[in-house]
T-cell receptor, first 112, second 111 residues
């Protein structure tokens, strides 16, 4: 089954404790991206990657890091999480030349 | 300034009613997508419209792309509680890589 898998689905952590949210896709898509979704602000892009070892900042990259060492994986790293990073996070992938994106089920992160 | 303006922001209707939601912009797009997001889930693609004036139907949902390819509408006939969710429009940036979303219309259909 074609899918984008994120883990964990839910995470509660404390300020400053490094964390990684994993994302994996099995569709051989070139393009992957991370979004955060907040009430009243909609989906905002954090980082995106056009292929292995190619990443770029989205609209709200501050406080986040990403890596793309393999085509299927695109982890999101928060080196020192802060409460303003409490949000619902989505990973998405898209094939080259295709318009539609496929989303993971989301990770609800709470930083206390 | 938001690239895509969606209206209304919230909509609560009774089962069986018809409704239309809108996605507007001052920019011209080569294509536009509509997604639906249910609580606790990621957005799922409903349709992609490409040609100005294009109309696509998906059961009780009718999607239209404006003639000038700057706006789109989604019309739902005889809404059902299962239609409840957040409806998002989105467009691709240059090179078809980046995807920009509107803030969405949150629809509640009351039985």
């Amino acid at each position: 089954e074609a899918q984008v898998t994120q883990n964990p689905r839910y995470l509660i952590t404390v300020t400053g404790k490094k964390l990684t949210v994993t994302c994996s896709q099995n569709m051989n898509h070139e393009y992957m991206s991370w979004y955060r979704q907040d009430p009243g602000l909609g989906l905002r892009q954090i980082y995106y990657s056009m292929n292995v070892e190619v990443t770029d900042k989205g609209d709200v990259p501050e406080g986040y890091k990403v890596s793309r060492k393999e085509k299927r994986n695109f982890p999101l790293i928060l080196e020192s999480p802060s409460p303003n990073q409490t949000s619902l996070y989505f990973c998405a992938s898209k094939g080259q030349g295709r318009a539609e994106a496929f989303f993971g089920q989301g990770t609800r992160l709470t930083v206390v | 300034t938001q690239l895509l303006e969606q209206s209304p922001q919230f909509l609560s209707i009774q089962e069986g009613e018809n409704l239309t939601v809108y996605c507007n912009s001052s920019s011209v797009f080569s294509s536009l997508q509509w997604y639906r997001q249910e609580p606790g889930e990621g957005p799922v693609l409903l349709v992609t419209v490409v040609t100005g004036g294009e109309v696509k139907k998906l059961k009780r949902l009718t999607f239209q792309f404006g003639d000038a390819r700057k706006d789109s509408s989604l019309h739902i006939t005889a809404a059902q509680p299962g239609d409840t969710g957040l409806y998002l429009c989105a467009v691709s940036g240059a090179g078809s890589y980046q995807l920009t979303f509107g803030k969405g219309t949150k629809l509640s259909v009351i039985p």
